[in-house]
């Protein structure tokens, strides 16, 4: 059973930093390209950004320079490292993997970005 868990979020102020956490289970986590999405309130969830499993790195044109993310194949964890944070930023982000022709989402993490 694939198992998406996300962490990492908090409230933090205009211009930090944070780093999210998805711990992955049931899958061959090598394997997958793993993507994270976010959801602001009143708006539809975003693509925000994946990494195939040989660590090739895509972006949502908002984020580019600013969030950067990775993954542990050892610990079956991918990571958004986010910096320079925006109000805009604040939304509910998600961790997904397409398996077997299935979407698989972890619950999501909140961050808010206010001072």
């Known amino acids: 059973q694939v198992h998406l868990v996300e962490s990492g979020g908090d409230l933090v102020q205009p211009g930090g930093s944070l780093r999210l956490t998805c711990a992955a289970s049931?899958?061959?986590?090598?394997?997958?390209?793993m993507s994270w999405y976010r959801q602001a309130p009143e708006k539809e969830r975003e693509y925000v950004a994946s990494?195939?499993?040989?660590?090739?790195?895509n972006y949502t044109d908002s984020v580019k320079g600013r969030f950067t993310v990775s993954r542990d194949n050892v610990w079956n964890r991918v990571y958004l490292q986010m910096n320079s944070l925006k109000p805009e930023d604040t939304a509910v982000y998600y961790c997904?993997?397409?398996?077997?022709?299935?979407?698989?989402w972890g619950k999501g993490t909140q961050v808010t970005v206010s001072s």
């Open positions: 990494i195939t499993g040989a660590g090739i790195t």
């Open positions: 997904h993997v397409s398996y077997k022709g299935r979407n698989y």
């Open positions: 049931g899958i061959n986590f090598r394997l997958f390209t």
